[in-house]
């Protein structure tokens, strides 16, 4: 699988290929994002300098929970989406915005079982 456009496109062109996959494969996937959030988006996305720059200094506490939803929404084939500008503005990085936001809900039963609903979206903001 190679690399994808960074945008909505191509997230969903991404996301197509990774439901196609069995449910032991994506676990692998899901699991890479949950444990790796910044290389996972590394791995499957074309980035430039700039947004590898950006990624790269985002605080860890905001790179591990994107991890953790990422991969509940991967394990559960739910949708994500990402919302930026078509173009990036020339802008200093800290100017930068990335929002995380999800309603994200799992339930687990007493026999293992465990089921997930909700959006995960992501919006840059220049």
């Not at 500008?85 to 039963?109: G, W």
């Amino acid at each position: 699988m190679g690399k994808f456009e960074f945008s909505q496109a191509g997230l969903q062109e991404l996301l197509m290929q990774l439901y196609a996959l069995s449910d032991s494969e994506l676990e692998v996937v899901a699991d890479s994002a949950a444990t790796d959030f910044t290389g996972w988006v590394l791995n499957y996305f074309e980035l430039s300098p700039s947004q590898v720059a950006f990624l790269q200094s985002l605080n860890p506490q905001f790179i591990v929970a994107s991890g953790v939803d990422t991969a509940v929404v991967l394990r559960h084939r739910l949708p994500i989406n990402l919302i930026k500008p078509e173009s990036a503005a020339v802008r200093p990085q800290t100017d930068k915005l990335i929002r995380r936001e999800s309603n994200l809900e799992e339930t687990s039963t007493g026999s293992g079982t465990v089921t997930a609903s909700g959006v995960l979206t992501f919006e840059i903001i220049d």
